[in-house]
């Protein structure tokens, strides 16, 4: 079964500063991958996603992810955070084969940007 | 456009009693997901739906959760007997076709089960 881990669960920076958030997933095969976030009070919206192609890709708001095939991870960045980054963030991956017609989640990392 | 809808937003129901939790997806769109949101815990898939195929029902946690989809729009997830441990933010999206896989999510119904 396919599983997506997020290892930092808290992350707090302050405006300005760079952001990496990591991704690693559990699948052998052919996968898409998502970014996800949640802003206190919305509802889930995508950031961003890897298909095919480019292992790099942006997303909205100056987001960025890295797709590294060998180390079976999706990581996100963002060279400077602002106060409004403030939200939960999921990874999410999609296999192709045997993993069914679900996404798989991560735990979510919470991030807290301070002024 | 519209987004996806929900309804109830907030349901408080006593232990043992049933609930149904209604889901509005996006006009046009062929596939609906349920997912779970428990603190700690990210989003648990509950089941799928796609056109007229027949569900994935793999995340449903036991016999007392089901959910219906009618006429290929709006779906139903329904918790029988409901337990402290179903209490839970009850996500519901939906997306376009089979393969963008780029889902579209509701606000949740959040249930609390006293």
């Known amino acids: 079964a396919q599983s997506v881990s997020q290892h930092n669960h808290h992350v707090i920076l302050s405006e300005a500063a760079s952001l990496e958030l990591g991704c690693n997933y559990s699948y052998g095969g052919t996968v898409n991958l998502f970014w996800y976030v949640q802003y206190p009070g919305q509802h889930l919206q995508l950031l961003l996603k890897y298909f095919s192609g480019d292992p790099l890709v942006k997303g909205i708001k100056g987001f960025e992810a890295e797709f590294i095939k060998s180390k079976f991870s999706f990581n996100l960045r963002k060279p400077s955070v602002q106060w409004s980054d403030t939200a939960e963030y999921f990874c999410a991956v999609k296999g192709f084969t045997g993993g069914g017609n679900k996404l798989t989640f991560g735990t979510g990392t919470q991030l807290k940007v301070e002024l | 456009g519209a987004g996806v809808s929900q309804s109830p937003s907030n349901k408080v129901t006593e232990k043992g009693k049933d609930v149904e939790l209604r889901c509005d997806p996006i006009s046009g769109h062929t596939a609906l997901y349920w997912y779970r949101q428990s603190l700690g815990q990210g989003l648990e898939f509950l089941i799928y739906?796609?056109?007229?195929?027949?569900?994935?029902k793999s995340g449903l946690p036991s016999d007392r959760f089901s959910a219906e989809r009618t006429g290929g729009s709006v779906s139903t997830l329904t918790i029988q007997r409901t337990q402290q441990e179903d209490s839970a933010v009850y996500l519901c999206?939906?997306?376009?076709?089979?393969?963008?896989?780029?889902?579209?999510f509701g606000p949740g119904t959040r249930l609390t089960v006293t």
């Open positions: 739906f796609q056109g007229n195929s027949a569900p994935d």
């Open positions: 999206a939906s997306s376009p076709d089979r393969v963008s896989y780029e889902q579209y």
